[in-house]
């Protein structure tokens, strides 16, 4: 069993509110013992829940045992008793002063608690209000905001105004856990730690980007969230704009969160806003029709909505970024729900040779370099490179593109490790304070800019989405959006 970390600066309490809710039961909870398992809590650190639900201590600790027996993980008595022995419950309305000075007693004697609100965000402000006036918002406290910050700019806006309030902006850690993700921290090492891509990292030898991010599932009973947002505003707006920014930032001059994230800024400050004329040809809505994913059938969204709607559950769009690095070299993003198979990828396509040297027999071998980024459900980084076809052939060498690859699963895992939940690097880099994979207020208003520049160039242009059949790659309009600039997705 690993020991806990003695470090004086961590934080050194976690209020966890919506502690009964689906977020703490699937990602947070769990995350907060395998760290105690592996000694990164602090000694004394203590963990309360907090919510509406009438739940006595003992209740909640038992309520937590059963949701980490339920993902089938060995749970380490000794871990147990060490982490249960840290949770304390308090239930109440936290979005009142009064609310909140219920913890207070149970937060006695610690100086840097940390709030996690897994819970609607249209509570955020009151919640971040309520601590405030109950004098629990100290110095060295930090607040952690799940995504959506806001519906669009102007509610963002609001929302970073309230909890700016009440924590300073070095002390508000704003989730996209897609950045806690092992692969995407990867990328940063890829492009910054290898001298090889960086000098090819441009227009002059890149030809094309593509950002897929599919799901298998559907909507199911989340509708009542994602019918007011769609793909655009769950999936756009944060993760496929962050996984963007990795891929096409300036190198930073050192992990310094505010190096790092000055150079996100930069990159969604230059994102081509679309006009009406031109978002038809850039960009497609969809949303499932019935079908088959993976053998099982699928229902509609209109079927799980209970009603028809023009929420997308499918969007591509051709990205241009306009700055020196990246003029002309189109970025592709496509997301979607109930789609064939569960994959998020980054395709980076160079472009071809100026040249062949091969003459006739090889004429159709050669096919240009690539290198794959497949971040969930593999983690696996491939560059295809051309290679000479064992054996000899008449008339001329003949070539064969391979892969050189990159397997994580296979390198660092060996039997019976596990893979990390993308909360728990994020947890504790909230707990030493660290904010450099946290999204920053510009960034999060940038972001939201260029996508209220989307919606309102479909709302003009009157685009509405196109049905998909269940486990399909989206409608036809995605294939014609990029085999228009003769490029094809990587399927
Ligand atoms: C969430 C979205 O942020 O990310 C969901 O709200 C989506 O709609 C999920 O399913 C995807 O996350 P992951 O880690 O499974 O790719």
Redesign the pocket.
Known sequence: MAQPSQDAKLADALVLFGATGDLSRRMVLPSLYFLDADGHLPVDFKIVGSARTALSRDEFVAEVKKILEARSERIDDGVWARFSGRLDYVAGDATTKEGAMELKPHLKGFERPMYFLAISPSLYAKVAAALGEAGLAPEDSRIVLE?PIGRDLETSRQLNEAVGKVFNEERIFRID??LGKETVQNLIALRFANTLFEPLWNNLTIDHVQIT?A?T?GVGD?WPY?DEYGALR??LQ??MLQLLCFVAMEPPADMDPRSVRNEKVKVLRSLRRYTRSDVQASSIRGQYTKGVVAGQEASSYESERGKPTTTETFVALRVDIDNWRWAGVPFFLRTGKRMPEKR?QIVIQFKPVPHSIFGNSAKDDLVANRLVIDL?PQEDIALTLMNKLPGVSKGGMRLQSMPLSLSLLSTYEGPGARRRI?YERLLIDVLHGDNTLFVRRDEVEEAWRWIDGVADAWAEAGLTPKPYAAGSWGPPGAFALIERSERAWLD
Request: aromatic letters at 14%; charged letters at 35%.
């Open positions: 995504k856990h897609y991010v799901e599932e989340r994602y769950d999936m944060n993760h998020t969930q993308a």
